[in-house]
Each structure stands twice: as structure tokens, then as C-alpha cells.
């Protein structure tokens, strides 16, 4: 079964362990946020210090896994059809369209939409993560300097991964422009039991 979330929002889901998440760019160009919790223990999260030191790599694609605060395995990348995600930024935030976009309206967040979303688990906005930013595409150059580029995933592309505990996944439809290369589009995402 297919879920869809819609522009500028988010959407949790539960996944047993072994079961098989993929999310999907249906449109092209739009990133999604992603966040995890031990479904079990929430004080066990995704760990973005954690994944790219034990995978010694910033750009995580197929056959990395993403690594939890207390060093465990949450889930592995089976399969990654764009091969572009960034673990470096922080999901937007209201404080983003105030000091990089110069924007102090009331503006869809990343943040505002996996709190929302992760409040009836028991989860503030002060435990949410670093998100894993599938199709995002943050570039680097040899000084570290860093820029968002519009993302690369075309219509259909998609990622897809299996869960290395029972964890809690909240993803969002991402709420930056720059990151989307000015558009907001939904992201569809499909859960498979385990075998």
C-alpha cells in the first residue's frame, strides 16, 4: 500500500524489524526528511555523528547503514536509485527562513512537521535528530564550503530500506526552497512485512 504526504507536511509510521520501507520522489526534485526512533526505547534516535563515522562517508547510498546514538544499526540502504543524500543539515526550521532566507512570516517546516507528527509518541521537538535528507543534494567544496543545489531525483526515483530494529520513522515532504529548486511536490512512501 502506497502513503502519500502531501507538500509541506509529514507522516510517522512504525516498522517491525526486517520490514522494508521505500520512498519514493514521484514528481522529481523534492526531498524528504528522515528521522528514527528505537520504537521500543525513544531515547535510542538516528545519529548522524554515529552513521558517517562508522560508515567513514558522508555521501550514504546503497549498502550503508544509518546508525542509532548508542551505536546500533537502525536501518541499511538497499537500494538507491538517485545515489544523492545529505546527513549534514538540520531539518528547516522557523529560525532557517528567519536567518538564511530573511522570511520572519510564519513558514511550513521540516522541524514543525516531524513535531507534530512524533507528539503523540511522546516525542518533543528538543529529541528530534539530524534528519537523514534523502534526495538532497548539499554540495562541498575542498575548503568545506557548502551549498544546496537543487536535487537530482527524477520522477519515480526512489530509496529504499530495511529496518534493523522495530523503529519509529517520520518522514516529511521538505518545506525549504532551495532544496527542492523552488517547488514543493508530495513524497509517496510503501511499507513491505517482513518475509
Avoid at 73 to 96: H, Q, V
Avoid at 141 to 164: H, I, R
Wanted: aromatic content about 8%; some cysteine; charged content about 20%.
Amino acid at each position: 500500500m502506497k502513503h502519500i504526504i502531501n507538500a509541506q507536511s509529514g507522516k510517522a509510521v512504525h516498522l517491525k524489524k526486517g520490514d522494508i520501507l521505500t520512498v519514493i520522489d514521484p514528481q522529481g526534485m523534492q526531498v524528504s526528511d528522515m528521522v528514527l526512533f528505537n520504537a521500543r526505547d525513544v531515547k535510542e534516535k538516528l545519529s548522524s555523528g554515529k552513521t558517517l563515522d562508522f560508515e567513514a562517508s558522508i555521501l550514504l547510498t546503497t549498502g550503508n547503514y544509518l546508525w542509532s546514538n548508542r551505536s546500533n544499526k537502525m536501518m541499511k540502504i538497499l537500494e538507491d536509485t538517485n545515489g544523492r543524500n545529505d546527513f549534514l543539515l538540520a531539518p528547516c526550521s522557523k529560525e532557517t527562513f528567519e536567518i538564511m532566507y530573511n522570511n520572519p512570516d510564519d513558514h511550513p517546516s521540516c522541524l514543525a512537521n516531524l513535531t507534530t507528527n512524533l507528539e503523540p509518541y511522546g516525542i518533543v521537538q528538543d529529541d528530534i535528530p539530524t534528519a537523514f535528507n534523502i534526495f538532497m543534494n548539499v554540495q562541498f567544496t575542498n575548503t568545506g564550503k557548502l551549498s544546496v543545489l537543487p536535487p537530482t531525483s527524477q520522477a519515480g526515483d526512489y530509496v529504499k530500506f530495511e529496518a534493523q530494529m522495530d523503529v519509529l520513522v517520520c518522514l516529511t515532504a521538505c518545506s525549504a526552497e532551495d532544496s527542492n529548486g523552488g517547488t514543493f511536490k508530495p513524497i509517496h512512501f510503501k511499507v513491505e512485512p517482513q518475509q
